[in-house]
């Protein structure tokens, strides 16, 4: 069965450290993964995207990696903002234009 | 680029009252556009796949007749609930793709969502 499953449900830190969110997949075949912001009330927005060959992609503050042998999937943040309050969904794409598989998200609170 | 709007971005209405939520991509052709609905601290659930100019594909326990979708143009999809009940009050979230612009990661954009709540 595909399945996308993320740790922790919830998280909370202090402004300013680091965090690392994980995700463990079970879709095959595999095409892509990606992890997505998503504000209260708002829709995802894209951080980084994985292909098979790529073990990590940094966009600013966000680091992804990916290890595809143990399909396992990390997002780093590094001196968190405020603003980093959101829920990170990490979403696997197996093979064909529509199969998308959502993880439940992490629900991220950076506090003062 | 590759901007997804929606409209309107809450709605509520009263219980056997149709509501319609647009989807538009603002800057690209999108040949494929996604229905997504989302509950509380739970994760989006594809609802439909819409192809411009065809009959949507609705996912397993979706009621095609009660959530209408129209993907008449290649830069607007429309979703109609009919005859709306509490139940279905929930956050609705559209995506589109161009085939031309998904590139190796298949890219989808995503609107940033429709509140629905049914009195």
């Known amino acids: 069965k595909n399945q996308v499953e993320q740790s922790p449900q919830s998280l909370i830190i202090l402004e300013g450290k680091n965090c690392t969110l994980q995700?463990?997949?079970?879709?095959?075949?595999?095409?892509?993964l990606r992890w997505y912001k998503q504000d209260t009330g708002r829709g995802p927005v894209s951080l980084t995207i994985?292909?098979?060959?790529?073990n990590t992609k940094s966009n600013g503050r966000y680091t992804a990696t990916l290890d595809a042998d143990t399909k396992q999937s990390s997002l780093h943040i590094t001196a968190s903002q405020l603003s980093d309050s959101a829920s990170y969904i990490c979403?696997?794409?197996?093979?064909?234009?529509?199969?998308?598989?959502f993880g439940t998200g992490t629900r991220l609170t950076v506090i003062p | 680029g590759a901007v997804v709007s929606q409209h309107p971005s809450w709605v509520i209405c009263k219980s056997g009252t149709s509501v319609k939520i647009e989807c538009r991509s603002l800057?690209?052709?999108?040949?494929?556009m996604f229905w997504y609905r989302q509950f509380p601290k739970q994760s989006l659930m594809l609802m439909a796949t819409?192809?411009?100019?065809?009959?949507?594909?609705?996912e397993q326990g979706v009621e095609k007749d009660k959530f209408l979708i129209n993907h008449a143009s290649l830069t607007l999809s429309t979703l109609t609930v009919t005859s709306a009940h509490p139940e279905d009050s929930s956050f609705y979230i559209c995506?589109?793709?161009?085939?031309?612009?998904?590139?190796?990661?298949?890219?989808?954009?995503f609107g940033p969502g429709t509140r629905l709540t049914v009195l």
């Open positions: 995506s589109a793709r161009d085939l031309g612009l998904a590139g190796p990661y298949n890219e989808q954009f």
């Open positions: 995700c463990n997949y079970t879709v095959s075949p595999f095409s892509n």
């Open positions: 994985m292909t098979f060959s790529e």
């Open positions: 979403v696997v794409s197996g093979h064909g234009a529509n199969n998308l598989f």
């Open positions: 800057d690209f052709q999108a040949t494929t």
């Open positions: 819409s192809n411009e100019g065809s009959k949507a594909t609705y």
